[in-house]
């Protein structure tokens, strides 16, 4: 559903849907899109490397912009991502909300890593492979093994994209300058 074609009104669902039927994708089945359209990882964290992570949080954050991260971020089409330490700091969640399947994000985000050269917080993570920079497969398959799926989701507005909302803020700011301009 597309806020472009239709009023986006607020959505539930129990999962997983009934009538939702996966597709297969060159990774394996692609789960059908839900109102929050996007996955949960959860895994082990390495040994000794909770501090490493909480470091490398801290680093990413001093040293690039909300702005910069957006550009970087902006090919996932992500509404948010988060990364949680969790359960007496011995697994990390990593969430994300986004536009695209899953084959088609997991993909751009290999990608991005490459690019950016940035480690990554998966490195951390038990069972992450350690030739993911040149083995996609099994980069893939680590996102596989790791998603949890969720029981219930609600979206406020299902189907409506980033680039809606991006949209939707442009023309807000400028009917703002428009009025302020009359004033």
Known sequence: ?????????????????????PQVGKYGPIAPKTPA?????????KPGKVDLLRKMARERAAATSPRELYEL???????????????????????AIFDTDFELYVEDAHRLFMKSGLATF???????????????????????????????????????????VEKALEVRRTFSSVLDAMQ
């Not at 559903?1 to 039927?21: F, G, I, Q, R, T």
Request: charged fraction near 15%; glycine fraction near 4%.
């Open 37 to 45: 359209h996007g996955f949960t990882i959860i895994g082990d964290i």
């Open 122 to 164: 998966f490195e951390c993570m038990v069972g992450f492979p350690d030739d993911w920079k040149t083995n996609i497969p099994a980069f893939v398959q680590f996102f596989r093994e790791h998603q949890v799926d969720s029981i219930f989701e609600f979206a406020s507005y299902p189907g409506t994209t980033v680039s809606e």
């Open 73 to 95: 971020l902006k090919p996932l089409t992500l509404h948010y991502a988060r990364w949680v330490i969790l359960n007496n700091d011995t697994q990390l969640m990593y969430q």
């Open 1 to 21: 559903m597309s806020a472009a074609n239709h009023e986006s009104v607020p959505y539930a669902a129990a999962l997983p849907m009934p009538d939702a039927k």
